[in-house]
C-alpha cells in the first residue's frame, strides 16, 4: 500500500487485538504517510492501537469521532489540491 501510495496512504488503528496495526504504521510511515491510532479512553480493546502507538510513528491519537473529522478534512485537502 505505501509502495503505491506513498504520502496519500493514511492508517488508522482501532480497538482490537494484537500488533497487525503496529506493521500496519510502520509500513505506512515508510513511504511517508499518516498514521492515527485510537485513544485508550474510547478503545474497547487497547491492545492493537497500543502496540502502534509504542512504534512512535503515530502521528494522532484521537476519539472515534475526532478520527472521522480528521479524514473527512484529509481527504477534502486532497481532493482540492
Known amino acids: 500500500?505505501?509502495?503505491?501510495?506513498?504520502?496519500?496512504?493514511?492508517?488508522?488503528?482501532?480497538?482490537?487485538?494484537?500488533r497487525d496495526g503496529a506493521l500496519g504504521v510502520m509500513a505506512i510511515k515508510k513511504y511517508g504517510g499518516m498514521t492515527i491510532a485510537q485513544d485508550e479512553t474510547t478503545s474497547?480493546?487497547?491492545?492493537?492501537?497500543?502496540?502502534?502507538?509504542?512504534?512512535?510513528?503515530?502521528?494522532?491519537?484521537?476519539?472515534?469521532?475526532?478520527i472521522a473529522k480528521s479524514l473527512s478534512s484529509l481527504i477534502m485537502t486532497e481532493l482540492v489540491a
Open 1 to 18: 500500500v505505501g509502495l503505491n501510495y506513498g504520502m496519500r496512504a493514511i492508517a488508522v488503528v482501532l480497538s482490537g487485538f494484537g
Open 44 to 66: 474497547e480493546y487497547f491492545d492493537m492501537p497500543s502496540a502502534a502507538i509504542d512504534t512512535g510513528k503515530v502521528d494522532f491519537v484521537l476519539t472515534p469521532e475526532a
